[in-house]
């Protein structure tokens, strides 16, 4: 691993190790695991967990989680093991990728799913491998990644995504396709008013209630502050929605 960082999340709730150069975890992965509506004594699973920001910021919201990690890159994985037993998270982190069925029906059945999936399908990718696996396809495509989450869920558990808003089709589209239903729909607006930049997505397995659109949820005011909703969810672990 090259050189590293030490960081913190929800104002030093979680304690974090990660590259000090490529795929830097942040916003995304606290309003993820802010997201997952699990409760103590249940088992996740996160697909890509890269250093483990987003389970174990669910974690330091809910005690008691029993979790199961899924990340292809080895130098990552051993950092996320590094970091669930620096903040004595009960973690397993497995090397693999989510082309891999078997290993989800492995590691499965489970009551929460989520991930942080790579979203572009085209473009100039980021430089570092680490931060083009992490942002860019090349390989498994949103499809790929439902599917995986998918089969190591438990019927009518729940499968939760984040992706930038120009995407959220296709990512609804993909969990429909991986049998997964009762969407609800999460806009993340950076100001009043704006246009959402980043959409959460939760779904059911098996689910068949109508779709939900939430009202936005607005990261800023005017004054580039954090809105009082905004401070809850990213410095006192407050779930959202």
Request: hydrophobic share 50%; net charge positive; with cysteine.
């Amino acid at each position: 691993m090259s050189e590293t960082t030490a960081d913190t999340l929800l104002d030093g709730r979680v304690r974090l190790r990660q590259p000090l150069r490529g795929f830097r975890a942040g916003l995304d992965a606290v309003l993820l695991a802010a997201f997952v509506p699990a409760r103590a004594g249940e088992r996740v699973l996160e697909a890509g967990c890269g250093s483990g920001a987003a389970f174990l910021c669910l974690a330091a919201r809910v005690p008691g989680l029993r979790i199961v990690a899924v990340e292809r890159e080895r130098a990552m994985a051993a950092l996320a093991r590094d970091n669930a037993a620096a903040n004595g998270a009960d973690a397993v982190v497995t090397e693999g990728d989510v082309g891999d069925l078997a290993l989800a029906h492995q590691l499965g059945p489970v009551e929460h799913v989520f991930a942080n999936p790579p979203y572009w399908p085209g473009g100039t990718p980021p430089p570092g491998a680490v931060r083009r696996a992490a942002t860019h396809e090349s390989g498994a495509g949103l499809q790929a990644w439902a599917i995986f989450l998918a089969a190591a869920l438990r019927d009518r558990g729940t499968i939760s995504l984040v992706l930038p808003a120009a995407r959220f089709d296709v990512g609804i589209a993909a969990l429909r396709q991986a049998g997964c239903g009762s969407v609800t729909l999460l806009p993340v607006a950076p100001r009043a008013g704006q246009p959402a930049k980043r959409v959460l997505i939760r779904a059911r397995k098996r689910g068949r209630a109508p779709a939900c659109l939430l009202p936005p949820f607005v990261l800023h005011e005017a004054d580039g502050a954090f809105t009082d909703a905004a401070e809850h969810v990213l410095r006192r672990a407050d779930a959202l929605a």
